[in-house]
């Protein structure tokens, strides 16, 4: 995975059809949910490539956590759904 630059992209689906994307881009708006090598980040370490303050996370138990994302929905639409399936990697 590479920093700074978009690595996926997630489309959300509204029920009149548009479509809206969201770029990947760690770290900004995406961060590990996991430790890489048993450790976390480490600003000291890594603060040259990471923003000033981590994403809001959520700790789901010992060894579980998730990002809160906010995603501002179109006014007047109804959104419809994740497109999963076009989650797809933009680097290889």
């Known amino acids: 995975m590479e920093v ?3 690595n996926a992209e997630l489309q ?3 029920s009149d059809g548009v479509v809206e994307t969201l770029p990947v ?3 900004f708006n995406f961060w590990s949910l996991c430790p890489f090598g048993g450790v976390d980040y480490d600003y000291a370490r890594d ?3 990471l923003p000033k303050a981590p994403p809001d996370t959520l700790q789901m138990g010992n060894n579980c956590r998730g990002i809160i994302l906010a ?3 179109r006014k007047g639409a109804s959104w ?3 497109l999963s399936g076009h989650y ?3 680097s290889s």
Do not use: D, H, N, T
Request: hydrophobic letters at 40%; glycine letters at 4%.
């Open 4 to 6: 700074q630059i978009p």
């Open 12 to 14: 959300m689906k509204y």
């Open 25 to 27: 881009i760690p770290p």
């Open 47 to 49: 603060g040259f490539c």
């Open 71 to 73: 995603w501002r929905l």
């Open 80 to 82: 419809k759904a994740l």
């Open 88 to 90: 797809q990697s933009k």
